[in-house]
């Protein structure tokens, strides 16, 4: 149930701390990066080409991390691909950059030197840098650590019915529900269910949180009817995945798509409430989609349709 909110918070706290630790190599490698002549021999070559494909990765890769935390995308390629598979090429770069340097790592650590004075000041200062943003990230995860919550655009205890919002119906252009406003489910038995004929199906309780991309996450407890349940009265095969529509008229998402095994969970609602109260229009009324482990951006509000496929 919080498997991807653990996961998401490690994401987002490591990359997060791995920005000083970045730097502070770069710093200390600096006047090496520009040596003159760029290469001495094949191998140096070789070796120096490796070295910038690693930084040239790993800047990129924190960049486009740091600014997916606002959800602001300045270039032209697709982020999540991109950002993905970045990660890959870092990896490898610096395993082969760990295994190309290990004899002068063991060489550094056989060599029993007392630390110059500067040395352990910048050691100290990156260590105490990586601790402060972690401290003051983490909390978007960690409630015990939520009051040092500094480096967050959002704090997940603080919103409308103890839940944040990231997308409001302002912004979305749905504070006003259509007075006609219906469930569409279609699929082999189609049917359309008014507000009241929802409400007159078995409702169920979960308690998931959102995780956001962000980097917060925030638990909550929501009522609704089972997303298999819907779907089973459309006469939906066994193995369908459904896509669900918004009432939203633009926007990235507007429309998501659920795999089975998603849709199949018991805890998986069309949610009608949180936290004991019916849905805000900021928080999806009239129904929104509630599923565990996917990232916010999938937990769709004001549904108007769910399509079985
Ligand atoms: N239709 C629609 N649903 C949406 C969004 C959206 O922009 N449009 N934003 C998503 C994102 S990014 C998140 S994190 C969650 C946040 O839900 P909340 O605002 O109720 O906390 O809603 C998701 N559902
Ligand atoms: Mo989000």
């Known amino acids: 149930m919080d498997g991807y909110r653990v996961t998401q918070g490690l994401h987002v706290i490591s990359g997060i701390a791995a920005i000083p630790l970045l730097g502070a190599k770069l710093w200390a490698v600096y006047p090496r990066l520009f040596e003159w002549p760029p290469a001495r021999s094949v191998l140096h070559a070789l070796e120096r080409l490796g070295i910038a494909i690693l930084v040239a990765t790993m800047v990129l890769e924190l960049f486009t991390g740091t600014l997916n935390i606002i959800e602001w995308y300045p270039w032209p390629f697709p982020f999540r691909q991109t950002h993905f598979w970045l990660a890959w090429l870092a990896t490898g770069g610096l395993l082969l950059h760990i295994a190309a340097k290990g004899p002068m790592i063991a060489e550094h650590w056989r060599r029993v030197r007392p630390g110059l004075p500067e040395r352990r000041l910048f050691l100290g200062s990156v260590t105490a840098a990586v601790a402060v943003v972690t401290l003051t990230t983490a909390g978007q995860t960690v409630p015990w650590l939520r009051r040092l919550t500094l480096l967050a655009p959002r704090r997940p205890d603080i919103g409308e019915l103890g839940l944040p919002i990231t997308r409001t119906a302002a912004q979305a252009g749905t504070t006003v529900t259509p007075a006609d406003w219906r469930l569409r489910v279609d699929g082999p038995q189609p049917y359309e269910l008014t507000m009241d004929q929802l409400l007159a199906l078995p409702q169920y309780e979960s308690r998931l949180p959102i995780a956001c991309v962000e980097g917060w996450s925030a638990s909550a407890h929501w009522t609704g009817v089972r997303v ?45 409430r949180v936290n004991g109260q019916v849905l805000t229009p900021n928080h999806g009324y009239p129904a929104r989609i509630i599923a565990p482990n996917r990232p916010g951006v999938l937990q769709t509000k004001w549904v108007t349709r769910m399509e079985v496929f």
């Open 228 to 272: 298999r349940d819907l779907l089973a009265r459309a006469g939906a095969p066994a193995g369908a995945r459904v896509r669900v529509t918004s009432l939203e008229q633009n926007g990235p998402y507007r429309i998501m798509e659920m795999p089975a095994a998603y849709a199949q969970d018991p805890l998986t609602l069309l949610a009608v």
